[in-house]
């Protein structure tokens, strides 16, 4: 079966944080009559920094859709290749063994696709199918998982390469001033992600199964609006409510497969905000912990749309407290309103299985060492029992 290996991460070098965004929304917006209102939701996304491409005060001067294109095309350029060769590496598969090249982003827009380029100048074969996906929004990352999925379903030997990449700052929009655009400023980042989907060999999650849903009735919730000056972002209030009506989705996924969805070893979803994995655990009756991945993705990055799942994934494999058989779920959430719903299984080529005693000895010694501080600083969190 197809494995999922461990997904490279980058994010860009200019930084702003939670502070310095609030103290912006204050300074451009005095005026606004809702801005305590705006103020109070972007304190509670709980994200305390964000990466950008540009500096901020560059993201705010608006210097057209034809400008922002150009941006767009010469940062990915510049900025992906070495994230797909690291996610090669880490799977170490070579370009040439890649079949299918999945390329995701809501950010910006090139035909052809940057799979085009990346075929040409990071030595893919010129056979190397392309599918890009440009309109699932941050369920594209789930989307992704599950489409690489299905190609090694049918081509039981291929491998295939994803690749994500986002760059929200250039969608700001200085005229837009509803709450939801005022909230999206302070809690959208940039990032770029890839990983590698092995049909044999490697380490990570086996894939088991997937499937999607979509809220009836729902597709104007989270959309763009397409206009001379480009994407604005439009989001409905009702948005932070939908974990209720996908959570049955997912739990119908999970016992479509005789699994039960509040009872797996690791959980890996998109974290559009703090209600969505608030709810999560309240509708799947999991501990808030189980999504102590996407949380940090959140606190750490941002809403990085389509790359948050890969990021989240990462930070599992970083934290090495997943064992052997260990049983999860994956899942992106975006226009639609969409779910994305991935099942999978931890393997390791040669470790034991999660039943076995040495596997047992090693989950207690983690539990063990169930909080550390990272060298860089930062607290990681190992897996619970």
Known sequence: ????????????????????????????????????????????TGVQKRHLIQPIEVVLKHPGLDARSAIYEAESKARVPTVVQRALDQAQVDPSQIDLIIYVSCTGFMMPSLTAWLINTMGFKPETRQMPIAQLGCAAGGAAVNRAHDFCTAYPDANVLIVACEFCSLCYQPTDLGVGSLLSNGLFGDGIAAAVVRGKGG???????????????TEDWISYAIRSTG??????????????????ALRAVAEQHQWNVGKLDFYIVHAGGPRILDDLSHFLDVPPEAFRFSRATLTEYGNIASAVVLDALARMFDEQSTL????????????????EIALGTWTTPGEPSAGSAKAQHVKRHRFDLQEHTHPGGRTRYGHKG
């Open 231 to 248: 994407f604005h972002f439009q989001l409905d209030k009702r948005v932070p409510k939908t974990m209720e009506p996908l959570s049955p």
């Open 324 to 339: 052997d058989g260990h049983k999860g779920l994956m899942a992106g959430f975006g226009p639609g309103i969409t779910a």
């Open 1 to 44: 079966m197809a494995v999922l290996c461990k997904p490279a991460i980058a994010v860009p070098e200019h930084v702003i944080t939670n502070e310095e965004t609030l103290e912006l929304a204050r300074r451009l917006h005095h005026g606004h009559p809702q801005l305590a209102l705006a103020l109070r939701l972007i304190e509670n």
């Open 203 to 217: 380490t990570g999650i086996r894939l088991e199964g997937n499937g999607s849903y979509l809220i009836p009735n």
